[in-house]
């Protein structure tokens, strides 16, 4: 007898994982053992993960490692004020 294995779509991020697990971003920094407002600083872009958390939370999520690291999460707004 044959059984289908259905492989999951890898994580792309964090914010992915935890949707698609359910976990809340207190849980994932509580099993990080990072403190809430490090989590939302990742989350949100406004905190660079360094390779030592990334590792740790690749571990956890699956999500890869280079995923974590890419910086800037948000795109950088260009200034009104550049020079020609």
């Known amino acids: ?6 492989k999951t779509k890898p994580y792309t991020s964090l914010q992915d994982w935890m949707e698609r697990t359910g976990t809340p971003a207190g849980e994932l920094a509580r099993r990080a053992k990072l403190s809430r407002s490090q ?3 990742i989350l949100s872009g406004s905190r660079r993960c360094s390779l030592a958390n990334a590792l740790l939370l690749s571990t956890l999520t699956g999500v ?8 800037p999460k948000v795109p950088v707004k260009r200034s009104f004020l550049e020079v020609a």
């Open 1 to 6: 007898q044959y059984s289908l294995i259905m």
């Open 39 to 41: 989590m939302s600083m």
């Open 64 to 71: 890869p490692v280079d995923k974590l690291t890419a910086w």
